[in-house]
């Protein structure tokens, strides 16, 4: 076999090309009528109040920290098991982030796995909502409120994910979506962020557009930079939204077939929905026996295999957090079984909407005969 099964691609089409010759036609490349256009559709689709677009989603939970006042000599609880970005974007503030373990049967980080975590620098939670479902949102909301911390969801892998009937990312006081290549809407690199608050929003504003609500004028109140998007991108977003559900039968449609030949299969697993959420599949993700070996056997048949996510307490790049005093102790293994057991056990497997079946089927085939010796 000499062709690759991708773990993922884009949905892209002919239309993303027409909406790009658009921006050229009009000679607009930077943000504008559709960088407008992709933000009204955007709140209608997910149901905010406020909201502005960012250049990627790490770049949209730092915009959103900083605009909830965090800062250095701050701690932000974060699940041990997300994506780097969560806690870089931490980092960049001059916080330190504070991990948490998750539940590894859902992946999600709930409210006992946050308090268990907070110290007394504490000053706002991370909720993350991973592999397209959400995590037990409603609870951490409560835990912020009796502790008076701030929640910033970050809700990258999110989109058309509810919990209790209403989108993830709207129930803290901010919240963050990714456009990247690999989520369900992507712009190629992109991001937003959200809000209830007209107070947020006019610090979001400010911090986005170099200290200033107005473009145009060289007078420059309070200090901002440069968090703006391009209309090429809100052009490749417009097409996408309307391609939203068409994205969610097929990513629907590839969860139900591997369910169908995998689910008879011992050694492997499905992980687990969190009650009270919607689920449009981010990751096929699974517990696999000798999950490594599995890789292996998967890769050497060309096709493209991921492991979970590396435990954010663990990476080499926040090494230098340890030497902080009383941090040591928040960073051994032993607080974080969840985490770890999910990166030693968990693979994910190719799917994107365009997955053609015949390839899903092969992924299935080769699984089945790993585990039945062949
Ligand atoms: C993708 C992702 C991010 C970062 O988004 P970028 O657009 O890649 O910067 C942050 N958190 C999670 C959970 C993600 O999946």
């Given at each position: 076999m000499d062709k690759t099964i991708l773990q993922f691609a884009p949905f892209l089409d002919e239309q993303e090309y027409a909406a790009l010759r658009e921006c050229f036609d009009a000679n607009w490349l930077t943000e504008g009528p559709k960088a407008r256009e992709f933000l009204a559709r955007l709140k209608q689709q997910i149901g905010f109040e406020f909201g502005c677009l960012a250049p990627n989603g790490t770049l949209a939970l730092y915009l959103g920290l900083r605009a909830l006042g965090i800062g250095p000599g701050d701690d932000v609880v974060v699940p041990d098991f997300t994506f780097f970005g969560s806690a870089s974007a931490v980092e960049m503030t001059g916080a330190d982030p504070i991990f948490c373990d998750v539940d590894p049967e859902t992946l999600q980080a709930g409210a006992e796995h946050f308090e268990s975590a907070l110290t007394p620098r504490t000053r706002a939670l991370m909720p993350v909502h991973i592999y397209g479902m959400a995590c037990p949102i409603a609870p951490i909301v409560e835990l912020a409120r009796q502790r008076e911390l701030a929640v910033i969801e970050d809700a990258a892998?999110?989109?058309?994910?509810?919990?209790?009937?209403?989108?993830?990312?709207?129930?803290?006081?901010?919240?963050?979506?990714?456009?990247?290549?690999?989520?369900?809407?992507?712009?190629?690199?992109?991001?937003?962020?959200?809000?209830?608050?007209?107070?947020?929003?006019?610090?979001?504003?400010?911090?986005?557009?170099?200290?200033?609500?107005?473009?145009?004028?060289?007078?420059?109140?309070?200090?901002?930079?440069?968090?703006?998007?391009?209309?090429?991108?809100?052009?490749?977003?417009?097409?996408?939204?309307?391609?939203?559900?068409?994205?969610?039968?097929?990513?629907?449609?590839?969860?139900?077939?591997?369910?169908?030949?995998?689910?008879?299969?011992?050694?492997?697993?499905?992980?687990?929905?969190?009650?009270?959420?919607?689920?449009?599949?981010?990751?096929?993700?699974?517990?696999?026996?000798?999950?490594?070996?599995?890789?292996?056997?998967?890769?050497?048949?060309?096709?493209?295999?991921?492991?979970?996510?590396?435990?954010?307490?663990?990476?080499?790049?926040?090494?230098?957090?340890?030497?902080?005093?009383?941090?040591?102790?928040?960073?051994?293994?032993?607080?974080?079984?969840?985490?770890?057991?999910?990166?030693?056990?968990?693979?994910?497997?190719?799917?994107?909407?365009?997955?053609?079946?015949?390839?899903?089927?092969?992924?299935?085939?080769?699984?089945?005969?790993?585990?039945?010796?062949?």
């Amino acid at each position: 076999m000499d062709k690759t099964i991708l773990q993922f691609a884009p949905f892209l089409d002919e239309q993303e090309y027409a909406a790009l010759r658009e921006c050229f036609d009009a000679n607009w490349l930077t943000e504008g009528p559709k960088a407008r256009e992709f933000l009204a559709r955007l709140k209608q689709q997910i149901g905010f109040e406020f909201g502005c677009l960012a250049p990627n989603g790490t770049l949209a939970l730092y915009l959103g920290l900083r605009a909830l006042g965090i800062g250095p000599g701050d701690d932000v609880v974060v699940p041990d098991f997300t994506f780097f970005g969560s806690a870089s974007a931490v980092e960049m503030t001059g916080a330190d982030p504070i991990f948490c373990d998750v539940d590894p049967e859902t992946l999600q980080a709930g409210a006992e796995h946050f308090e268990s975590a907070l110290t007394p620098r504490t000053r706002a939670l991370m909720p993350v909502h991973i592999y397209g479902m959400a995590c037990p949102i409603a609870p951490i909301v409560e835990l912020a409120r009796q502790r008076e911390l701030a929640v910033i969801e970050d809700a990258a892998q999110a989109i058309e994910v509810f919990y209790a009937g209403r989108h993830a990312g709207t129930f803290g006081d901010v919240g963050c979506f990714s456009f990247f290549a690999d989520k369900t809407l992507t712009t190629g690199e992109g991001g937003l962020v959200v809000t209830n608050s007209a107070e947020i929003q006019q610090k979001l504003l400010v911090l986005r557009n170099q200290g200033r609500t107005d473009r145009g004028s060289f007078v420059h109140e309070a200090l901002g930079y440069n968090f703006r998007m391009t209309d090429l991108q809100a052009a490749i977003g417009l097409v996408q939204i309307s391609k939203l559900e068409e994205i969610k039968r097929r990513k629907s449609r590839i969860l139900l077939r591997y369910h169908e030949r995998l689910d008879p299969i011992e050694e492997v697993r499905f992980i687990s929905l969190t009650p009270g959420s919607s689920y449009v599949p981010f990751r096929i993700a699974i517990y696999a026996q000798r999950a490594t070996d599995l890789m292996r056997h998967l890769e050497l048949q060309n096709i493209q295999t991921r492991t979970f996510f590396y435990p954010l307490h663990r990476q080499p790049a926040f090494e230098p957090l340890r030497r902080k005093p009383g941090y040591a102790g928040r960073l051994a293994d032993e607080a974080f079984p969840g985490a770890i057991r999910a990166y030693e056990n968990g693979v994910c497997l190719p799917s994107y909407p365009g997955l053609p079946p015949e390839d899903l089927d092969t992924v299935c085939d080769r699984i089945i005969e790993f585990y039945a010796g062949r």
